[in-house]
DNA sequence: GTCTATAACACGATAGAC
DNA sequence: GTCTATCGTGTTATAGAC
């Protein structure tokens, strides 16, 4: 593990606070003195609060549309697929719980990057509702509405970033285990 | 549908801003603008933003904790309560999609009433968990994690209210049918 | 790289006229 | 019940010293 710059210090104490009290919550008053320093001294590392919320929104999105890329691609039953996109989630978002607060709770806050944010994630939701269509059409699904199976899959892997910080003791390859386990038997034939 | 005094038409705009941007991102001014009048006139209703907040919030939490209690009590099976607790959400989110945003979202800028609704959540959550522990010990239910039967449940009930507005062609009576049988159908021995 | 000081403006809320 | 005017404070961000 790198040691963080001054800069990737001040944007993930900000994900911390954001995800406590939301983007517009805090200020950068609290952000400068949860770092110890005045908030002036903030903008010798950043351009904006604005610009902060852009670098953490848009770096996990790009994440998420990578994977998903990867998965959509591969020559893998369309279960296979849906319990990649599984483990694909948890890994994000232990690797950045903070971050992902921020990616559900305050996208609308985003100001020049909104359209492309919006972009990433509805190029993602197609591609997720494809892999089950397909997974339906090719009875390796139980037939059902696949925008509800989506939206109940997509609700609880979004609602992660709340969970797993509780859970340290589980582990993360397990937890994504008992999860597709969970989400996915109930769709399986 | 009775009429709605002005006071309870503040409240319901509030909740339906509060949703697009969040609490903390609307000012009086967006609130008055939006009902035609200004700022100021606001306080001839209502005490302060605040108690605009509490108001949404509290309301809805102690609807679920009324409905909880009566599925608790009843005398069917845990499988039958847990449809149960679907439809709660179903009803309470269709009759009130925008104050389910703040409840969701908002909760941690209560002042007064935090502790309040602290209790509230943490009851509901307990009571959610007994139902799914006796499913399990009677075997109505699969042995698995009950805390991530009921994470993943909970999502995406907490979910809902982005989806409802979308689907206002579905049955609300269909959906709560569907989403059942999607969260149940995999838990169900 | 951090500080003090401050610009320029937005915020919730109140007073008092109509 | 709504208005105009305003108070007191908080907000992001900049200028310039050290």
Known sequence: MR???RKEEIISTAAKLFKEKGYSAVTMRDLASALGIKAASLYNHINSKQDILKSIIIAIAEKFTEGMQSISDSDISNISKLESIVALHVQITANNTNGMASLNNDWMHLEDQLEYYL??????ENKFLDIIREGISKSEIRQSNPEVIMFSMLSTLRSLYLWIPKKEDLNINELALSLSDTLINGINT
Chains 1, 2 share one sequence.
């Open 3 to 5: 040691q963080e710059t």
């Open 119 to 124: 972009k990433l994630r509805n190029d993602y």
